[in-house]
């Protein structure tokens, strides 16, 4: 069952041909060589596989390839240019975000995609907890990673 | 000056754009893939396996079972070795097992192109048989009067995953998410008998273990598998469901205390018997209850101590090493029932542990030793101030009756910075030089994301007067490079390597001096390296540069040569460490539930080497004891050894949204046995936070709850026998 | 990977229920947030999925000249929580939709899905029952509407018919104009959990004296549903705290919740009475009543 999809990664058009069983999760990891999106549940429990597909943060585990025909999708490669990075990372760097890491990829998509949004609004505490409730941290606590959303969304 | 200052991890960079490469991201073109057949049953006897119809499936590698595993018992414990036989781990796992121990117990393995055909090669080819009984103990304890942990899960993002390969010199290759690199390398050996010389293992960057990596699980069997295949890459990638029972778990623990005091609140005696269940096989299982007893005999040290301690097996899965290592099952027992003294006492909470708690200068009894740094009563009397104690409380007495009920808790730890005289305390460094000046640091000691790489790169920055952005530290333990050192675990790398580093810095250091004094022909006792430079040290005077100082060691056609310094040190002390915390609860009666308004853990841990990354330690460990207190256990049906929740979705650890603000305050002391004044950190956070709410559960409705976790479900139980629902 | 069999992506609703008729035991997959899962599980052999993700006729949510708001199946939850139209006329379904799982999943997961899975925890489900929402259907024999109460048959049983797929949700004017709800999940969690119980109530009050009320649970019985005797007897009767008491005492006698592993049956009925006065409470609270 395989079929041919195109979609823009991280800026640059790309075009596979894909079994169709398999996950964006797959797709990236097996053929466009994207490793930041890390395996913790493969059922949408954890968040460290999350990506943005045109924007909209979703977990690639529970994401069929086929359905990133066509569409815009950002992983954290393309977040750093020219070896500078983006507000966000710098924010988990300088704050103490990180720990083990494993989960920081999917928390930095999450944190872009709600900067995004949400950019120059006051936002509350509780808004920024509840919309990085889908991303499992067990070292940090979520502690210093509010904080990077904080700084984030100041910059 | 580095040491106590925040700088960045050096991982940060590579943790945050995605290039830091943990085991999964390394690919071998003929990698295969296995999965583990498990029993379905918790307790009973393989009767019959056919494997012939999954092994003639198309894309299946090779199918093994029991049958064709070595016949040799190993312990999966990542201890260092024991010279002494009575400090032995116990030797009860084969790689595949017909006798079942559990349900999720292993089987059978199928090698396969991928996942999809090995689990359907699972799916159509096993009948197991035996028989279901043995019922078991351990979910339905519920005693009076006793305190009662349930089993707790790591819940590190990255699971469980190796792979294996044969080099170019028929060694066999492992890669793993392992705390413990060189103690695996001698496990497999033993399992496999082989040489271990014939094994290398290389640890990446790894997503969390918690403990639960300090266990040899996968390994062996990743080696056997490429062994068998004649050097074929194979990979075990443990789905989070497997991981949840077929690794490891905390020990669930039942605990009886029983405290003797004056009436004046000093306290006399402490009974504790505790029971621990280390699940279907031994793993930690002889060390935990015994650990847990002893890292809190120093915290009333003037009290006479009776610690007992049995450990059982059940059919269950297993139970291993997890952060802070049977110390969070005894202390909530302890804490809680000291609490309950000090009510019987009616004396204050905070007064009654002041009156007795350890003070610099006491003897810590197990050891034998004066206690050398010690803050814990000034953590007490800080916390007291931060938590506004005597405010707080005078404003919570209208808040003891009716539907929302208001109290403060408190409750202390102690604990270790290594595991000696146990078992044997060493660390590892090799500091090379290179022609630009800079220094690349190899140590054994295990980065799991604790920060162990970046606080020695601090260490070594101060010492050597080289700035922090200088120092390389391989982010890789291989044991084929890095020097020995047994892992991450006991809350021990920055303690125990603090005297290696030292060392070694000092000597590289000298070095330096000395080669330039070939180049300047100034006594080396008189000069200094001061941020990257060589000065004079009377009068600070630029004299070189370390950047030319390191070309001319290379390639002056005379003098010098490559400067390096390796040190490998054993360490004979082990200091305690404090630490309590505080917390401020509210408790809705009519929906079973607490909410902690404020939570403060306050540390002496000596000097604190990098603040911003100790506190995030505290988080995370506090983070993880709120969840022990308040939602987290492995539910396990009693009377089929059926674990219910073994995701991450019916697995209550704490999202984003149920963890409050942590605080977190470090009173400092200097260890004098440690090279940069620190003793240990990482495990210690997640201790208290149970004792503490408990007692501020206690406070708020006069109701004891001696079981973890207290759920909602458990707290409806409570209120309606008690009559408050 | 997905262990399924067969794939089909049809592009319109009339091409889907062809493919459908000619499948008889195949799935529909929207988000998949539930299909996806359940394949990784091994809950499926051999199976044929109808993959609807793409088809646009699904995804609408739009007010008709008869004032009816209606939400097409292939509606996300992120989709209703960003509508002007359910922020202004039903924010109990925002409230809904947001207490869905986390973030990932409420930017894919749909609310046909979540209705068509059949669970009694869809967090959807006892707002849309408490909206006496209208489920319209298609098939090859066309379309049909029914009220989402007669939807439900049993445990992740529906009233889908053979060739039918749900096209959307009617809420009429009737059902929202002048009434105020709310809806509370209670988990073991803030965030990605289940609903050990979950409450809608919707209200009309005039003078103190409530015109309608409509209460409505989620894990309260095999299926939602709603307490209809209760409900009867508040309209008409005016604000008090005894009349909160009666609800959560009445409430008792219709709701039928069972024990499982997660809570007891005891421990959910307990949290279902307190909750019809909680939820009730805070929209009596929320409009200016004083209770």
């Known amino acids: 069952m395989f079929q041919e999809i195109s979609f823009i990664l991280n800026g640059k058009k790309r075009k596979f041909n894909i079994d169709v069983r398999k996950s964006l999760f797959e797709i990236l990891r097996e053929y466009a060589g994207i490793k930041s999106v890390k395996q913790g549940c493969k059922v949408g429990e954890c968040g460290a596989c999350s990506v943005l597909v045109d924007d909209v943060l979703i977990d690639s585990c529970i994401f069929l390839g086929l359905w990133a025909d066509g569409k815009k999708i950002k992983t954290l490669e393309g977040q750093a240019k020219?070896?500078?990075?983006?507000?966000?990372?710098?924010?988990?760097?300088?704050?103490?975000?990180?720990?083990?890491?494993?989960?920081?990829?999917?928390?930095?998509?999450?944190?872009?995609?709600?900067?995004?949004?949400?950019?120059?609004?006051?936002?509350?505490?509780?808004?920024?907890?509840?919309?990085?409730?889908?991303?499992?941290?067990?070292?940090?606590?979520?502690?210093?990673?509010?904080?990077?959303?904080?700084?984030?969304?100041?910059? | 000056m580095t040491v106590g200052k925040s700088v960045n991890r050096v991982d940060a960079f590579a943790k945050v754009t995605g290039r830091a490469e943990y085991t999964e991201d390394f690919y071998r073109p003929d990698m295969l893939v296995a999965k583990y057949f498990r029993s379905t049953i918790s307790h009973g006897y393989v009767k019959k396996i056919d494997i012939e119809k999954a092994e003639n499936l198309e894309g299946v590698e090779a199918v093994f079972t029991y049958k064709d595993v070595p016949n040799i018992k190993f312990a999966t414990a990542g201890h260092p070795f024991s010279l002494d036989p009575a400090y032995k781990d116990i030797e009860d796992k084969l790689l595949l097992t017909q006798n079942i121990r559990f349900?999720?117990?292993?089987?059978?393995?199928?090698?396969?192109?991928?996942?999809?055909?090995?689990?359907?090669?699972?799916?159509?080819?096993?009948?197991?048989?035996?028989?279901?009984?043995?019922?078991?103990?351990?979910?339905?304890?519920v005693t009076k009067g006793k305190y009662m942990t349930p089993m707790v899960h790591h819940c590190h993002i990255e699971n469980h995953i190796s792979y294996a390969y044969m080099d170019d010199l028929n060694r066999i290759i492992i890669v793993s998410s392992t705390q413990i690199p060189h103690i695996a390398r001698r496990i497999i050996g033993q399992a496999l008998d082989i040489p271990l010389s014939q094994i290398r293992v290389i640890k990446p960057f790894i997503g969390g273990g918690f403990g639960n990596k300090q266990d040899v699980i996968l390994e062996p069997m990743v080696a056997f598998l490429t062994q068998k295949l004649d050097g074929r890459g194979v990979q075990i990638n443990l789905s989070r469901e497997e991981c949840m029972i077929g690794t490891r778990n905390r020990h669930p623990f039942h605990i009886k205390v029983k405290t003797g005091f004056m009436k004046d609140g000093t306290i006399t005696a402490i009974k504790t018997d505790a029971v621990s269940v280390t699940?279907?096989?031994?793993?930690?299982?002889?060390?935990?209850?015994?650990?847990?007893?002893?890292?809190?005999?120093?915290?009333?040290?003037?009290?006479?101590?009776?610690?007992?301690?049995?450990?059982?097996?059940?059919?269950?899965?297993?139970?291993?090493?997890?952060?802070?290592?049977?110390?969070?099952?005894?202390?909530?027992?302890?804490?809680?029932?000291?609490?309950?003294?000090?009510?019987?006492?009616?004396?204050?909470?905070?007064?009654?542990?002041?009156?007795?708690?350890?003070?610099?200068?006491?003897?810590?009894?197990?050891?034998?030793k004066e206690v050398l740094s010690c803050g814990l009563s000034e953590c007490l009397i800080k916390g007291r101030d931060l938590i506004s104690w005597d405010k707080k409380k005078k404003e919570y007495k209208k808040f003891k009756t009716g539907?929302?009920?208001?109290?403060?808790?408190?409750?202390?730890?102690?604990?270790?910075?290594?595991?000696?005289?146990?078992?044997?305390?060493?660390?590892?460094?090799?500091?090379?030089?290179?022609?630009?000046?800079?220094?690349?640091?190899?140590?054994?000691?295990?980065?799991?994301?604790?920060?162990?790489?970046?606080?020695v790169a601090q260490m070594v920055s101060e010492t050597l007067g080289l700035s922090f952005k200088n120092i390389f530290v391989v982010q890789t333990q291989d044991t084929d490079i890095s020097p020995f050192d047994p892992g991450a675990y006991a809350s021990r790398q920055a303690y125990v390597i603090s005297n290696a580093v030292l060392k070694a810095a000092k000597l590289l250091k000298q070095r330096i001096l000395n080669h330039a004094f070939l180049m300047t022909d100034n006594n080396s006792k008189e000069m200094d390296i001061i941020k990257n430079n060589i000065v004079l040290k009377e009068n600070n005077k630029f004299v070189l540069s370390i950047k030319e100082l390191a070309l001319d060691s290379f390639y002056h056609k005379e003098r010098g040569h490559q400067l390096s310094a390796e040190v490998s040190k054993k360490t004979t002390a082990n200091p305690s460490v404090f630490g309590c915390t505080f917390v401020d609860i509210t408790v809705d009666i009519p929906l079973c539930k607490i909410k902690i308004n404020k939570i403060i853990n306050l540390h002496d841990s000596g000097v604190i080497l990098n603040p911003v990354q100790a506190e995030a330690q505290v988080h995370g460990g506090v983070s993880m004891g709120i969840g022990a207190a308040l939602s987290e256990e492995v539910i396990i049906n009693?009377?089929?050894?059926?674990?219910?929740?073994?995701?991450?979705l019916d697995y209550k650890m704490p999202t984003f949204t149920d963890v409050p603000k942590i605080d977190c305050h470090f009173v400092e002391t200097f260890e004098p046995t440690s090279g940069y004044g620190n003793k240990a950190l990482g495990e210690p956070p997640t201790i208290t936070p149970s004792p503490a709410i408990r007692n501020a559960f206690l406070d708020a409705t006069g109701l004891k709850i001696n079981s973890l976790p207290m759920s909602p479900n458990k707290l409806f139980d409570l209120f309606r026998e008690n009559g408050l629902l | 990977m997905f262990d399924f069999e067969k794939y089909i992506k049809p592009e319109t609703i009339d091409e889907t229920i062809k493919y459908i008729s000619e499948n008889s035991d195949a799935r529909l997959i929207a988000g998949g947030t539930d299909i996806l899962i359940n394949l990784k599980k091994g809950k499926f052999e051999n199976l044929t999925l109808i993959d609807i993700h793409d088809i646009k006729e699904l995804k609408f949510i739009k007010i008709d000249d008869n004032k009816n708001i209606l939400i097409g199946s292939g509606t996300t939850f992120l989709n209703i929580i960003e509508s002007d139209i359910i922020k202004k006329h039903i924010p109990m379904l925002i409230k809904a939709a947001s207490s869905v799982g986390g973030p990932q999943i409420r930017n894919i997961a749909t609310i046909g899905g979540n209705i068509c899975n059949g669970v009694t925890s869809a967090d959807s489900a006892s707002s849309l029952f408490a909206l006496n929402a209208v489920l319209i259907l298609k098939g090859i024999n066309g379309k049909r509407e029914i009220p989402i109460s007669d939807f439900y048959l049993g445990h992740g049983k529906v009233d889908l018919k053979e060739t039918e797929i749900l096209i959307g949700f009617k809420i009429t004017p009737n059902n929202y104009k002048g009434y105020f709800g709310h809806y509370y999940k209670y988990a073991m969690r803030n965030s990605m959990d289940i609903a050990t119980i979950g409450c809608a109530v919707s209200l009309k009050i005039n003078h103190g004296v409530f015109q309608d009320y409509r209460i409505a649970y989620g894990v309260a019985a095999p299926v939602p549903m709603r307490c209809l005797k209760t409900e009867k007897a508040v309209i008409n009767q005016k604000i008090s705290n005894e009349l909160l008491n009666k609800i959560s005492n009445m409430v008792e006698k219709e709701v039928n919740p069972r024990t499982s592993w997660r809570a007891s049956k005891e421990f959910r009925m307990n949290i279902i009475k307190e909750l019809s006065k909680r939820v009730t409470k805070k929209i009596l609270i929320s409009v200016g009543e004083k209770i």
């Open chain 1, 82 to 155: 020219q070896g500078k990075l983006s507000k966000v990372q710098q924010a988990y760097v300088n704050e103490g975000a990180i720990q083990c890491g494993f989960c920081t990829p999917g928390f930095i998509m999450a944190t872009t995609s709600f900067v995004k949004k949400n950019k120059q609004k006051n936002v509350t505490i509780d808004e920024i907890k509840k919309n990085h409730a889908g991303n499992l941290c067990r070292c940090t606590g979520y502690q210093n990673i509010l904080k990077a959303v904080k700084k984030s969304l100041r910059n």
């Open chain 2, 103 to 141: 349900m999720g117990d292993e089987i059978a393995v199928v090698v396969a192109e991928n996942e999809i055909i090995a689990n359907n090669a699972l799916k159509h080819s096993y009948e197991c048989g035996g028989k279901i009984d043995e019922a078991l103990k351990n979910s339905d304890y």
């Open chain 2, 279 to 368: 699940g279907a096989y031994a793993s930690h299982g002889h060390s935990v209850a015994s650990a847990g007893g002893s890292k809190q005999s120093c915290l009333y040290p003037r009290a006479t101590l009776k610690y007992n301690a049995k450990t059982i097996y059940a059919n269950i899965p297993v139970a291993g090493a997890m952060r802070a290592y049977g110390s969070p099952q005894i202390l909530y027992a302890l804490e809680s029932n000291i609490d309950d003294a000090a009510l019987i006492a009616g004396i204050d909470p905070i007064e009654f542990r002041l009156k007795n708690i350890i003070k610099k200068g006491d003897i810590d009894k197990l050891a034998d």
């Open chain 2, 403 to 455: 539907n929302i009920r208001k109290g403060l808790g408190v409750a202390c730890f102690s604990y270790a910075s290594g595991v000696y005289p146990i078992c044997v305390e060493i660390a590892g460094i090799r500091l090379v030089m290179n022609q630009d000046g800079t220094v690349h640091v190899q140590v054994g000691a295990t980065e799991i994301g604790q920060g162990s790489d970046t606080v």
């Open chain 2, 638 to 648: 009693s009377k089929t050894g059926y674990i219910h929740n073994n995701n991450l």
